[in-house]
């Protein structure tokens, strides 16, 4: 009998990585919130059911602090892919890497990535393509 961090994961046994967007709503705002979750699965459909299944997990309402309800909805999987690297590089391991062209868009999708870029020289000024 196996215990509870013992598996029987096969030969295309991995980690996955997942990003799952929520959306929390309140009675005078919503906001979105990413997760990112690490999944051992034999497979990628194992690791979408597993995520989808933590996602729903999360669903629910409840009561705030100024007794205001506020709910929490699962609204999908954003991405999944196996884990970057399983290898540490001194006292950092890389789980998940993301790549994208549009850095405008980056910058006003997140606000502190807006600060940390606006801080940084632009170097398609420097470099006119």
């Known amino acids: 009998m196996m215990n509870e961090s013992e598996t029987s994961l096969g030969p295309e046994y991995g980690e996955w990585v997942g990003l799952l967007l929520f959306r929390t709503k309140g009675m005078d705002f919503e906001s979105y919130r990413e997760d990112t979750v690490v999944i051992k699965a034999d497979s990628r459909e194992e690791a979408q059911e597993i995520a989808v299944g933590a996602g729903r997990d999360q669903n629910g309402a409840y009561i705030n602090a100024l007794g205001d309800p506020v709910t929490c909805e699962f609204l999908g999987i954003v991405d ?4 970057a690297f399983d290898t540490w590089s001194g006292r950092v391991l890389d789980v998940y890497s993301r790549h994208f ?3 405008d868009s980056y910058r006003s999708f997140d606000p502190l990535a807006k600060r940390l870029l606006d ?3 632009d170097e398609r000024a420097e470099h006119p393509g």
């Open 101 to 103: 062209e549009d850095i």
């Open 80 to 83: 999944l892919n196996r884990r």
């Open 119 to 121: 801080d940084q020289p």
